[in-house]
């Protein structure tokens, strides 16, 4: 699908000394880098608020400068506009090795370069003197304008239930450059490169745009739209392979098939610089060129005043090797961007449309303390199904949760499924049926996936659902049929199939409602996927489950935040397993049941808790209802960056802690004790980044009492590493909390 956006460029004919000119004298109105104060050294924006605010500045009369304190990328602007630095100004670390064009497309089958400057006598370095000796690319598109704004939402979030971040869109500075080119087959066209940067965090992100005038049409075949050439990480003459990449997270928007942000990254590539002719490596194949482009297409096509645009690239160089710093700074970039993520209610997996079950369901939710029921799969819920006597009794139910103050939505499943030959991917190596990602699948540009849309559409806005949970999103299947309305064949299947999804994704976004979805749509609307588990461990015993679990909540933290993930509670039976697998009765397992509540809510992580009910007896109803009161009392703590203390491995003690130094509750730990005897142990707290420098103020709750912690906080001395050391007692199969302020 073709995005129409309103667009500012200059027509005119391109002449190159006008072009100097006008960018010469754009440039000279900006403020002066010279005065531009950087952040304090000492400052770890990890800790403290960065105050200082993202500007352009020029640098001379030929360098432009983006900034916030923490980041910068600078371009040489004239004989054409290319990147010579992307520092990370809190060590001075230069990222940029050599000069590279802008950007990349292939138009009408012909590749052609964005910006750029050539000339570089070796890639190994960059010296300030080459730059000013660097040419223009005859060939290239060259830079006509640039203009400055601010940042804007990438979608327009309505918030509508508890969320830990609000600050929505982030504050920063838009630089867009726009390019034309001099050879006549291009006229009419132009392509601009947007970057923005975000107050107190050093992150950019970069995307193109194309339109087209005075031509008919112009396909875009490919694109890349970051190409940086690199320093490398690590060298080695003779082999390559498991070599450490350059320490810069790169994130797209272009993201799905997998519950992790490494592997659901479909576009970015380290690849081997064919300009590094002097590097270590013998056979010059060290993967130090950061190519960012989509593994096929878009494919598509243009008519004259369309206006084409990319997907999103946000880049956040790495200050450390220490794996905790650099997930901490990966959720950040997460909570910036897509604070839509942090709203993290918590909610029953329904088994049943009963009415009168749905609605008992709504009862328990309420007197528990429970924000949601999603109607899950199995449940009887067909939201395909957009008939008025359908849409008519899920709306009355919506009423009722609504009057309760408990949400409703429901599950809807949609790629790992067969429709029908005419409306099936078409696999493009046999060009029959079968063998998508996972197995058969409906492709979303065909008429049964343009109208599962229209009626998913229809069905959420006339009932009024508070939530979608999407079960196998679009997740990457090529089409190679030519009949669907969607697409035209193989090459645009992918970008077009993306798009469908995207725009309904953003959409909910706006209409209030919450989405779930196992692939990495975050960056389009999502808020959770799984937090990464085998689905059949839920069939295993109860007690091997709990501790399984709470590996699999240790592991799924390293670069989500608690609220991005779900975890799983199998109060019915889930995958087999019988009796021994379940909860229900629940009152006959209320000490594996209050387990499972304690450690999620614990670590921020919510449950699907699947089954027809929350609980069957009074003291049922109170463990519940004791968990979800203790969580909701430290819930901004409990919904903050987890650090890892120790992981669960049946042998010890282990544990995590959550920071945050904006709040009064700087810390909450959970410790945990999966042995059959208590245990008395000295454990150091890590307390650096809750920003407490020489005292701490502590205080232990445990399993073995009430939810209460002790009423006498114990001070505390930080130790020059910034730790604590505590003498903990912790039950036999408990766990005690240490709050720190």
Request: one cysteine or more; hydrophobic letters at 35%; a negative charge.
């Amino acid at each position: 699908m073709k995005k129409l956006i309103p667009f500012l460029l200059l027509l005119a004919p391109l002449i190159a000394p006008a072009q100097n000119k006008n960018l010469h004298e754009k440039l000279s109105q900006l403020p002066d880098y010279q005065f531009f104060t950087p952040v304090e050294k000492n400052r770890d924006w990890l800790v403290h608020p960065i105050a200082t605010p993202t500007t352009v500045l020029k640098d001379g009369d030929q360098d432009l400068v983006l900034t916030n304190g923490l980041l910068l990328r600078r371009w040489r602007i004239a004989p054409d506009v290319a990147t010579t630095h992307l520092t990370l100004l809190t060590n001075g670390d230069n990222f940029v090795r050599g000069v590279k064009p802008e950007a990349q497309l292939e138009l009408d089958g012909d590749t052609v370069r964005i910006g750029g400057l050539l000339g570089q006598p070796d890639y190994g370095y960059l010296l300030p003197q080459w730059v000013d000796s660097l040419r223009a690319d005859s060939t290239a598109f060259h830079c006509t304008d640039f203009e400055i704004g601010e940042v804007k939402p990438l979608l327009d979030w309505k918030q509508k239930r508890w969320a830990g971040e609000q600050n929505y869109p982030p504050r920063g500075k838009r630089l867009s450059f726009f390019y034309q080119s001099e050879n006549e087959k291009w006229r009419g066209v132009t392509v601009a490169v947007h970057y923005e940067m975000y107050d107190g965090i050093p992150m950019l992100c970069k995307w193109l745009s194309v339109k087209i005038e005075q031509r008919n049409e112009l396909k875009i075949n490919r694109f890349a739209s970051e190409i940086l050439a690199v320093r490398e990480e690590e060298v080695s003459v003779d082999n390559t392979a498991g070599l450490l990449t350059p320490g810069l997270l790169v994130q797209t928007d272009y993201a799905f098939h997998d519950m992790s942000s490494r592997f659901s990254n479909q576009c970015v590539r380290w690849l081997p610089d064919p300009d590094y002719s002097s590097q270590v490596n013998y056979l010059r194949q060290t993967p130090n060129l950061l190519w960012v482009s989509p593994p096929l297409g878009p494919g598509i096509t243009l008519s004259v005043g369309d206006e084409w645009e990319s997907f999103r690239t946000w880049e956040l160089p790495f200050d450390s090797y220490d794996r905790e710093r650099r997930g901490l700074a990966e959720r950040r970039l997460y909570r910036t961007i897509a604070p839509w993520a942090t709203e993290n209610p918590i909610f029953l997996h329904l088994t049943s449309t009963d009415p009168v079950v749905v609605r008992a369901a709504i009862d328990q939710c309420a007197e528990v303390g429970f924000e949601m029921v999603i109607l899950s799969f199995g449940s009887g819920l067909t939201m395909e199904d957009a008939s008025d006597a359908n849409i008519q009794i899920f709306k009355e139910l919506v009423q009722y949760a609504h009057s309760k103050n408990v949400q409703l939505g429901g599950y809807s499943l949609f790629s790992s499924r067969r429709i029908d030959d005419e409306n099936d991917v078409i696999n493009p190596t046999t060009g029959q049926i079968g063998g998508a990602i996972f197995g058969n699948a409906p492709c979303l540009g065909s008429k049964w996936g343009i109208r599962y849309l229209e009626n998913l559409r229809k069905f959420i806005k006339e009932t009024g659902f508070d939530i979608l949970e999407h079960d196998g999103p679009y997740p990457g299947d090529v089409c190679a049929s030519t009949n669907h309305p969607g697409h035209t064949g193989m090459a645009d299947s992918q970008w077009e199939q993306w798009d469908l999804t995207v725009e309904f994704y953003k959409w909910l976004r706006e209409t209030g409602v919450y989405l779930n979805a196992p692939d990495w749509y975050f960056l389009n609307g999502s808020s959770k996927t799984g937090i990464g588990y085998r689905e059949v461990n839920w069939s295993l015993p109860r007690e091997r489950q709990i501790m399984l679990g709470r590996q699999n909540i240790y592991d799924g933290t390293w670069t989500k935040t608690p609220s991005m993930g779900w975890t799983f509670t199998p109060l019915t039976e889930y995958h087999g397993g019988g009796a021994a697998a379940t909860l229900e009765p629940l009152d006959s397992h209320r000490v594996d049941y209050r387990q499972h509540l304690w450690q999620n809510f614990g670590s921020g992580v919510q449950s699907c808790y699947r089954g027809p009910r929350l609980f069957d007896t009074e003291e049922t109803k109170l463990v519940v209802q004791t968990a979800v009161n203790w969580y909701k009392n430290y819930r901004h703590i409990l919904n903050s960056d987890i650090i890892h203390l120790r992981r669960p491995d049946g042998q010890d003690w282990d544990g995590i802690l959550h920071v945050n130094p904006k709040l009064k509750e700087k810390g909450l730990a959970m410790l945990y004790n999966p042995l059959n005897e208590r245990i008395l142990r000295k454990i150091k707290l890590p307390l650096y980044y809750t920003g407490l420098t020489e005292t701490a103020q502590v205080r232990i709750g445990s399993s073995a009492g009430s939810s209460n912690l002790e009423s006498v906080p114990r001070s505390h001395q930080l130790d020059r590493e910034f730790e604590i050391e505590l003498e903990v007692e912790i039950p036999a199969g408990g766990w005690v909390w240490v709050v720190v302020e």
